[in-house]
């Protein structure tokens, strides 16, 4: 008896993380491994260049930003013509947040400062010009390396 409702909890547990739709942090990773190891082997970049990006660092060689810039664009949030797409960032920031007002307001202040900066034409550097936006905002806003999504 306390096997079926040990079961019957979990599905239904499972059921209603299917129904809201909830962030799978894990799924996400997978696919931004997914998605980084074809930029990788596209861009000729290598595992220290993967390193330097996970770690949050600036990239130190051409492939590493060439690499960040084909993420960009495997993501969506870098048009054909190297600008940022920030409304389909903001999708993807309310998928990371669930939606939560609070961040939600700090991922559209940080995303909507860094859409109309000035960027290379060049989309490896673009994408590193944005980067360096990036981070700066969210150091503004208080969010450092150690922040957990």
């Known amino acids: 008896m306390a096997k079926r409702l040990l079961t019957l909890t979990v599905m239904c547990i499972v059921g209603a993380v299917i129904v809201r739709g909830e962030f799978d942090k894990n799924e996400a990773i ?3 491994i997914s998605k980084a190891e074809q930029c990788k082997t596209e861009v000729g970049a290598t595992d220290a260049d993967i390193g330097e990006m ?22 969506e949030v870098m048009d054909d013509s190297g600008k940022f797409v920030a409304d389909v960032a903001l999708k993807h920031a309310e998928k990371v947040t669930e939606g939560a007002a609070d961040k939600m307001q700090v991922a559209s202040e940080i995303i909507n400062a860094c859409a109309g900066i000035e960027v290379s034409s060049d989309h490896c550097q673009a994408a590193e010009d944005y ?13 450092d390396e150690n922040y957990q999504f």
């Open 30 to 32: 997978a696919k931004f």
């Open 54 to 75: 996970v770690g949050r660092k600036p990239a130190s060689t051409m492939e590493g930003k060439c690499m960040r810039a084909c993420l960009m664009k495997k993501f």
């Open 131 to 143: 980067g360096k936006c990036f981070k700066h905002e969210a150091n503004a806003h208080g969010i």
